[in-house]
């Protein structure tokens, strides 16, 4: 049972390069999410859809786009990296909006 | 301003001692919190949650207790084993869902079992 699967787990990138960042859930959840942690910081919402054919955002959105492609998979797109997206990216789904959280391992990105 | 606070960033504890993990909020309108747990390299795993309408959960080795009137929580571990090595982050949510704000972490505690 895979669960939560995300990728890439490691990224770099140059200052204004793009990249998309993919997430699939096999478990029918309704809700997914996407967080950064940075060091010291904890984890934080950059968006989430709390059902497919929505997207709202979070705490930290600017600078990322997401698209909830189907009932299982959401994507997170940087269009033109910046040095300060370094971080961790952590992608989770939950049966309920704000429900248990299932959290994928993680795609760690360094933007040079 | 931070609504959910751990103001530990560590804490060593010897094994076969308690563990005690402890959490601050700020938003009265929390009424459900959860411990998550995070070894390195792998995304974070519910351990335990809380609803506002108890003060105490207990699952195994697991225990949360919950003192609203001082908008504060605490996990214990007992007890404490190598395997619990990890960072553990505090979250919470406010009645009603909260829409994006609905749930908050804090920045985590690094819980170190010393052999």
């Known amino acids: 049972n895979a669960g939560v699967t995300q990728t890439p787990k490691f990224q770099v990138l140059k200052t204004g390069q793009s990249m998309t960042l993919q997430c699939a859930q096999d478990?029918?959840?309704?809700?997914m999410y996407w967080y950064r942690q940075d060091p010291g910081m904890g984890l934080r919402l950059i968006y989430y859809s709390a059902s497919e054919g929505t997207t709202d955002k979070g705490e930290v959105p600017n600078g990322y786009n997401v698209s909830r492609l189907n009932k299982r998979e959401f994507s997170l797109r940087l269009e033109s990296a910046a040095p300060s997206q370094t971080s961790v990216y952590f992608c989770?789904?939950?049966?309920?909006?704000?429900?248990?959280?299932?959290f994928g391992s993680g795609t760690q990105l360094s933007v040079l | 301003d931070q609504q959910v606070k751990q103001n530990s960033p560590s804490l060593s504890v010897q094994e076969g001692r308690i563990s005690i993990l402890n959490c601050d909020y700020t938003?009265?309108?929390?009424?459900?919190f959860l411990w998550y747990k995070k070894y390195p390299a792998e995304g974070p795993t519910f351990l335990i949650s809380i609803s506002s309408i108890k003060d105490k959960n207990e699952d195994g080795r697991f225990t949360v207790f919950l003192n609203k009137s001082a908008k504060h929580l605490s996990l214990h571990i007992v007890p404490s084993q190598p395997g619990d090595s990890a960072v553990y982050f505090c979250?919470?949510?406010?009645?009603?869902?909260?829409?994006?704000?609905?749930?908050?972490f804090g920045k985590g505690t690094h819980l170190i079992i010393q052999p």
């Open positions: 979250a919470a949510i406010p009645g009603g869902g909260g829409g994006a704000d609905g749930l908050t």
């Open positions: 989770a789904s939950s049966g309920g909006v704000w429900e248990e959280l299932f």
């Open positions: 938003n009265s309108m929390f009424d459900y």
């Open positions: 478990m029918n959840h309704n809700s």
